[in-house]
């Protein structure tokens, strides 16, 4: 049986060469990304503090330097090999990024809260443990908080949701479910990707 310590150490793994091409190919089926940071600043005009959870290479933590100039921003990621691209794209925004290697297995804020928490393309990858991990995020959420998540939703075709789970992700229409169970959803869309072959999601949501 898998535990949340065997799969993030498989991802450790799979991550240590996919580092290299991440950004060459996800931007062919990642879709959504840039509208949720779009969407997201509806919610929260001018938040204090931002987390990223499975930031990756830091495409998105520079997005949301632009787009909130006067925000502290830190990205989490398990992989030391990701981290290392997103290094790179987020220096010259200096002390108000921060870079956490670490899986999000226990709460990162200590006072100050966060005021936007992002999962793009992470929570489907986390398996076991994204119950968990939805839970922890409602402990680092300040009051007027949200949870912003882009991911892959569902497909209707049994080998491609096959060929996904051997990428490490999970496509079943799991998500939606747990994120309603935790939090008032303020925004949820579903669009297609490549026409019927997945549909992914969009979501921000407050805690109840």
Not at 63 to 83: K, N, V, W, Y
Not at 123 to 136: A, E, K, Q, T, W
Not at 139 to 165: K, Q
Not at 187 to 202: E, N, S
Request: glycine fraction near 6%.
């Amino acid at each position: 049986m898998s535990t949340p310590s065997t799969s993030y150490a498989s991802l450790k793994d799979y991550y240590r060469w996919h580092a290299r091409i991440y950004d060459l190919t996800r931007w062919a089926f990642l879709f959504g990304r840039a509208r949720l940071i779009q969407r997201v600043s509806d919610h929260v005009i001018s938040p204090a503090r931002i987390l990223e959870i499975g930031c990756g290479t830091g495409r998105n933590l520079a997005a949301l330097a632009e787009r909130f100039p006067h925000a502290q921003i830190t990205g989490l990621d398990l992989s030391s090999d990701m981290l290392e691209r997103a290094k790179s794209k987020v220096e010259c925004y200096g002390s108000r990024m921060v870079l956490l290697h670490r899986a999000y297995d226990a709460p990162v804020a200590t006072d100050a809260k966060f005021d936007i928490m992002i999962f793009s393309y992470s929570l489907s990858m986390i398996n076991p443990g994204f119950d968990d991990v939805l839970r922890i995020c409602k402990t680092d959420l300040s009051p007027i908080g949200v949870v912003a998540v882009v991911d892959f939703h569902d497909s209707r075709w049994t080998w491609f949701r096959r060929w996904m789970g051997v990428n490490h992700v999970r496509m079943d229409g799991h998500l939606l479910a747990e994120l309603n169970r935790h939090f008032d959803g303020h925004l949820c869309q579903i669009q297609r990707g490549y026409a019927t072959l997945w549909r992914y999601l969009l979501y921000v949501g407050k805690c109840r």
